[in-house]
């Protein structure tokens, strides 16, 4: 049995933050790559495929609640098991 065969699929949209709706713990047992654009990124928080975006940090901003300040890129996206 491959890694492929036992891996879940990838969903549309995923959060690494524990508390969105949008984040599922099983995905991360395992290592993801994320493309936008063709280059591949190492600091997205945030993804979604069919509406093309990924939020990544704002340098070092934090927002009132003391997490990292979150800005959107918009383009190709395309999500990867390593």
Request: glycine share 6%; aromatic share 8%.
């Amino acid at each position: 049995m491959t890694q492929a065969d036992c891996t879940p699929t990838l969903p549309d949209r995923l959060s690494i933050d524990p508390r969105s709706p949008h984040h599922i713990a099983a995905i991360f047992q395992y290592d993801i790559g994320i493309r936008l654009n063709n280059k591949e990124r190492f600091d997205v928080e945030e993804y979604c495929v069919s509406e093309g975006w990924v939020k990544v940090p704002a340098g070092k901003t934090l927002d009132r609640k003391g997490k990292p300040l979150l800005i959107t890129l918009k383009g190709t996206v395309e999500v990867f098991y390593k």
